[in-house]
Protein backbone atom coordinates (compact mmCIF):
# COMPACT_ATOMS: atom_id res chain seq x y z
CA UNK A 1 0.00 0.00 0.00
CA UNK A 2 1.46 3.45 -0.87
CA UNK A 3 2.16 5.75 1.77
CA UNK A 4 1.97 9.47 1.55
CA UNK A 5 3.61 11.83 3.67
CA UNK A 6 3.24 15.62 3.43
CA UNK A 7 6.02 17.99 3.13
CA UNK A 8 6.24 20.23 5.99
CA UNK A 9 5.65 23.77 6.28
CA UNK A 10 8.70 26.04 6.55
CA UNK A 11 8.22 27.77 9.98
CA UNK A 12 8.68 31.95 9.54
CA UNK A 13 12.02 32.87 10.87
CA UNK A 14 12.54 36.68 10.32
CA UNK A 15 13.85 36.02 7.03
CA UNK A 16 11.70 37.33 4.82
CA UNK A 17 13.06 36.83 1.58
CA UNK A 18 14.18 33.14 2.67
CA UNK A 19 10.92 32.56 4.03
CA UNK A 20 8.95 33.40 0.75
CA UNK A 21 10.92 31.32 -1.30
CA UNK A 22 10.42 27.97 1.16
CA UNK A 23 6.78 29.32 1.23
CA UNK A 24 6.81 28.93 -2.52
CA UNK A 25 9.17 25.66 -3.10
CA UNK A 26 6.39 24.07 -0.36
CA UNK A 27 3.57 24.82 -2.48
CA UNK A 28 5.47 23.30 -5.19
CA UNK A 29 5.74 20.36 -3.70
CA UNK A 30 2.29 20.21 -2.55
CA UNK A 31 0.74 20.64 -5.92
CA UNK A 32 2.79 17.89 -7.24
CA UNK A 33 1.49 15.65 -4.13
CA UNK A 34 -1.89 16.08 -4.33
CA UNK A 35 -1.14 15.55 -8.11
CA UNK A 36 0.27 12.12 -7.40
CA UNK A 37 -2.28 11.44 -4.97
CA UNK A 38 -5.12 12.38 -7.37
CA UNK A 39 -3.61 10.21 -9.85
CA UNK A 40 -2.97 7.35 -7.28
CA UNK A 41 -6.57 7.33 -6.40
CA UNK A 42 -8.10 7.52 -10.18
CA UNK A 43 -5.99 4.62 -10.77
CA UNK A 44 -7.29 2.30 -7.33
CA UNK A 45 -10.72 3.62 -8.87
CA UNK A 46 -10.61 2.23 -11.93
CA UNK A 47 -9.16 -1.10 -10.38
CA UNK A 48 -12.53 -1.40 -8.37
CA UNK A 49 -14.20 -0.65 -11.07
CA UNK A 50 -13.02 -3.45 -12.73
CA UNK A 51 -13.73 -6.10 -9.93
CA UNK A 52 -17.51 -4.75 -9.81
CA UNK A 53 -19.73 -7.55 -11.07
CA UNK A 54 -20.86 -7.40 -14.74
CA UNK A 55 -24.10 -10.01 -14.27
CA UNK A 56 -26.95 -7.85 -14.50
CA UNK A 57 -28.98 -9.98 -12.30
CA UNK A 58 -26.55 -8.80 -9.77
CA UNK A 59 -27.04 -4.82 -10.00
CA UNK A 60 -29.74 -3.49 -8.05
CA UNK A 61 -32.11 -0.68 -8.49
CA UNK A 62 -30.45 3.07 -6.84
CA UNK A 63 -34.04 3.17 -5.50
CA UNK A 64 -33.84 -0.62 -4.20
CA UNK A 65 -30.94 0.70 -2.01
CA UNK A 66 -31.84 1.60 1.68
CA UNK A 67 -28.93 3.92 3.30
Do not use: G
Amino acid sequence: MNSFHYPEMPMYSHDHATYCRQMYEWHTKMAQYHEQKKAYHMERAKQFQQLRPINTATKKNPEDIVA
